[in-house]
């Protein structure tokens, strides 16, 4: 076995471990185990672990996305700071200036990849048993924590007439291939449009404006057409379970920052004032995104703007120390 191989092999096995602990749980339910509904929902079943297990890891994304955005005015007085300096020694103070600046604010750079980087390796594996389910059937074995028995199973399974163990490149044959050709496709569709709504709808929506003139931003809109391109065209060759199992969490990611926009936007972005002018209509106290605490500042002008209304403001009273 390879490095890749001895690295992804503990990975393969809990992949499949849970697969089968779901397949297993919705056969005893009444499902039937050959089934291909069965099975996508194990690979369905499989996301939802992976993507729970991973929110401690969403937030803190999210809390060094938001420092990233803050930090955009400090960086670029740095950058002004060392323009036109090109000798060894400036460039090696403007880079440890601004590595003590991240960890000041507990960010860095790479903190938007975390996520998808602890998936990849759960990707990796999903993608090698299910391809593997074919060869394994052949030489009578099973993969990871799955049997011969639940591999012929799989192999046998198909939603809409195509093999989940198919792919693109790689079909069913016969009738099969249509299916295959017709699910993958709009598989893929469905993956890459999802993904590239995610990340248009924090760019639109979600960014102060001294992010979007950063050149932070520009890295943003590599990443928006970037992954979208590389996942369309690798999903030629992803089994159709795979594409299953991407296109679901890729749903689950739109759906997580859709909440996080409109709950817990980032400071001066359109979805702060958009949550601002909600509260305010509703004669509720603005909130600071950042700490949950109520904003002083922002409660005047909610009072304000409920004033403008013809809606009379009590005052509230403040407790007095006792002397």
């Not at 369309?232 to 089994?239: H, L, R, T």
């Amino acid at each position: 076995m390879d490095i890749f191989g001895t690295i992804i092999a503990p990975f393969k096995w809990l992949v499949s471990f849970i697969m089968v602990a779901f397949h297993d749980g919705l056969s005893a339910i009444g499902m039937p185990a050959e089934n291909g509904w069965t099975w996508t929902l194990a690979i369905i079943g499989l996301v939802l672990v992976i993507r729970a297990a991973l929110i401690p890891v969403f937030v803190k994304q999210i809390k060094a996305q938001r420092g990233m955005q803050l930090l955009q005015p400090d960086l670029k007085k740095l950058q002004e700071k060392y323009k036109g300096k090109t000798d060894q020694l400036s460039r090696q103070a403007m880079a440890q200036e601004q590595m003590a600046m991240y960890k000041k604010h507990g960010t860095n750079p790479f903190s938007a990849c975390l996520p998808m980087l602890i998936q990849m390796p759960f990707f990796f594996a999903l993608f090698q048993v299910l391809s593997g389910i074919s060869q394994a059937k052949d030489q009578g074995a099973g993969i990871g924590a799955m049997s011969h028995e639940q591999v012929v199973e799989f192999d046998a399974s198909s939603i809409f007439g195509a093999p989940l163990s198919a792919s693109l490149l790689h079909g069913g044959g016969g009738g099969g291939q249509v299916a295959v050709v017709v699910l993958s496709i709009v598989m893929i569709l469905a993956m890459t449009a999802s993904q590239f709504i995610t990340q248009k709808q924090i760019m639109a929506k979600n960014m102060s404006e001294e992010a979007m003139a950063s050149p932070f931003m520009r890295q943003q809109k590599m990443m928006l057409y970037i992954l979208p391109i590389v996942f369309g065209v690798g999903g030629i060759n992803f089994p159709i379970g795979v594409l299953i199992y991407w296109t679901t969490t890729n749903l689950w990611t739109m759906g997580q920052q859709f909440f996080v926009i409109r709950r817990m936007p980032t400071p001066g972005s359109p979805a702060a004032k958009a949550l601002a002018e909600r509260r305010a209509a509703k004669g509720l106290p603005a909130l600071s995104v950042l700490t949950g605490k109520r904003d002083e500042a922002a409660d005047a002008a909610a009072a304000a703007a409920v004033e403008i209304k013809g809606q009379r403001v009590q005052p509230q009273r403040k407790n007095r120390k006792k002397k």
